[in-house]
């Protein structure tokens, strides 16, 4: 049941408790054991190996294929189970087998298009890191990628993408986003008369793919800096991918093609709003009459007062880059500032992380 109008933040959490005892409040404080657990039992390999296997497994069978000591399997376990990411099965010896939980085959294995495994570890291994100088972060104003890893953040995403290693895992991350979400932010609306798509800072090209299963008829150039092209050649976009394409640039620096749609998805977060609007500006001035811009985001409510998830999300913006989560007034005023007119500008919430935001450039439609 959504929470009245007039339901405090202190009112709810009295509702959730019992008084005198702090449920809430223990439950945050204790929250990081519960992402570590689960980020744990994935790099160990616990999920794929419970997927690989023909019957349920012990504590002693998984310690010993994954090479972990037995004591802190079975704690791991017991504690994968408490938070329902496996099943335990009790045999009549007591001994305890464990398998995978339906939705833990799903999305904490490797193979599975849905995996959410490459998520896990990056934000296991680097927002993690991250958010250990969240106060810091808060203070200061700015990210935190100097103390979490000794690298300059002057360019943004010099220090996002620092290796290879560290910049296939960020676009990792990415593809199995999308391939949860991007289905529904790119039907969201009827992108069907956009023949010609350019995806601004596309990367791995997920979204990409997800536009042209949805629309057979477009195609979609992906734009992104020349490092991230040549591994997103290398190890997401195949040769059966026919209907995308790459150009390599940077969208501040070098000139937009022109085109039916640009698709600005994840980007606009990372920026300030002075930055946001000179690359919207860009796009602007680039896009057909009667074209537009397509902006994804994880929009909050008008008031600022959720979702949670965006809300925390703004912070994670605080510490790993320059920019905000935003509502969708306040980057219906950057399309407005950059040319876009305002009552061109729709907005689709999908009910999921991601919601849509898109504005038409006046002009016959394409």
Not at 14 to 41: C, D, N, Q, W
Not at 299 to 321: C, F, H, I, K, W
């Given at each position: 049941?959504?929470?009245?109008?007039?339901?405090?933040?202190?009112?709810?959490?009295?509702?959730a408790?019992p008084?005198?005892?702090p449920?809430k409040?223990?439950?945050?404080?204790?929250?990081?054991?519960?992402?570590?657990?689960?980020f744990?039992?994935?790099?160990?390999?616990?999920f794929?190996?419970?997927?690989?296997s023909?019957?349920?497994?012990?504590?002693?069978?998984?310690?010993q294929?994954?090479?972990?000591?037995?004591?802190?399997?079975?704690?791991?376990?017991?504690?994968c189970?408490?938070?329902?990411?496996?099943?335990?099965?009790?045999?009549?010896d007591?001994?305890?087998?464990y398998?995978?939980?339906e939705?833990?085959?799903v999305?904490?294995?490797?193979?599975?298009p849905?995996?959410?495994?490459?998520s896990?570890?990056?934000n296991?291994?680097?927002?993690?890191?991250?958010?250990?100088?969240?106060?810091?972060a808060?203070?200061?104003?700015?990210?935190?990628?100097?103390?979490?890893f000794?690298?300059?953040s002057?360019?943004?995403?010099?220090?996002?993408?620092?290796s290879?290693?560290?910049?296939?895992?960020?676009?990792q991350?990415?593809?199995?986003?999308?391939?949860?979400?991007?289905?529904?932010?790119?039907?969201?609306?009827?992108l069907?008369?956009f023949?010609v798509i350019?995806?601004?800072g596309?990367?791995?090209?997920?979204?990409?793919?997800?536009?042209t299963?949805?629309?057979?008829?477009c195609?979609?150039?992906?734009?992104d800096?020349?490092?991230?092209?040549?591994?997103?050649?290398?190890?997401?976009?195949?040769?059966?991918?026919?209907?995308?394409?790459?150009h390599?640039?940077?969208f501040?620096?070098?000139?937009?093609?022109?085109?039916?749609?640009?698709?600005?998805?994840r980007?606009?977060h990372?920026w300030?709003?002075?930055r946001?609007?000179?690359?919207?500006?860009?796009?602007y001035?680039?896009?057909?009459?009667?074209?537009?811009?397509?902006?994804v985001?994880?929009?909050?409510?008008?008031?600022g007062?959720?979702?949670?998830t965006a809300?925390?999300?703004?912070?994670?913006?605080?510490?790993?880059?320059?920019?905000?989560?935003r509502?969708?007034p306040?980057?219906?005023?950057?399309?407005?500032?950059?040319?876009?007119?305002?009552?061109?500008?729709e907005?689709?919430?999908t009910?999921?992380?991601?919601?849509?935001?898109?504005?038409r450039?006046?002009?016959?439609?394409?």
């Amino acid at each position: 049941m959504a929470d009245s109008p007039g339901m405090n933040l202190s009112t709810r959490a009295a509702a959730a408790a019992p008084a005198g005892y702090p449920r809430k409040i223990l439950g945050y404080m204790e929250g990081f054991l519960v992402s570590k657990t689960l980020f744990t039992a994935c790099e160990l390999g616990v999920f794929d190996l419970l997927l690989g296997s023909q019957r349920p497994l012990s504590a002693v069978e998984i310690s010993q294929m994954v090479g972990a000591s037995l004591d802190g399997m079975q704690r791991l376990l017991a504690a994968c189970a408490g938070l329902e990411l496996l099943n335990a099965h009790c045999q009549d010896d007591g001994e305890v087998l464990y398998s995978n939980t339906e939705q833990a085959g799903v999305y904490l294995t490797r193979g599975n298009p849905l995996s959410l495994y490459h998520s896990i570890q990056y934000n296991s291994r680097t927002i993690y890191l991250c958010w250990h100088y969240l106060t810091d972060a808060v203070r200061e104003g700015c990210n935190q990628y100097h103390k979490a890893f000794g690298v300059s953040s002057k360019d943004l995403f010099e220090a996002m993408y620092r290796s290879e290693e560290e910049m296939v895992k960020f676009m990792q991350l990415m593809s199995s986003i999308w391939n949860i979400c991007g289905r529904d932010v790119v039907t969201a609306f009827d992108l069907s008369p956009f023949r010609v798509i350019y995806d601004l800072g596309g990367s791995h090209g997920a979204l990409a793919k997800q536009c042209t299963s949805a629309y057979p008829e477009c195609t979609v150039t992906i734009f992104d800096l020349p490092k991230v092209v040549h591994t997103a050649r290398e190890h997401f976009v195949t040769v059966g991918d026919q209907r995308i394409d790459f150009h390599e640039g940077d969208f501040f620096k070098d000139p937009l093609p022109e085109a039916d749609l640009y698709v600005l998805a994840r980007i606009l977060h990372d920026w300030t709003d002075e930055r946001c609007i000179e690359l919207l500006t860009k796009v602007y001035q680039s896009c057909k009459p009667g074209g537009g811009v397509l902006v994804v985001e994880a929009l909050l409510r008008e008031d600022g007062s959720g979702p949670l998830t965006a809300q925390l999300y703004s912070l994670n913006m605080l510490v790993q880059t320059e920019g905000r989560e935003r509502t969708a007034p306040q980057y219906a005023a950057l399309l407005t500032a950059a040319g876009f007119s305002q009552a061109r500008v729709e907005v689709r919430r999908t009910g999921k992380t991601y919601d849509a935001v898109l504005a038409r450039k006046e002009g016959p439609a394409v």
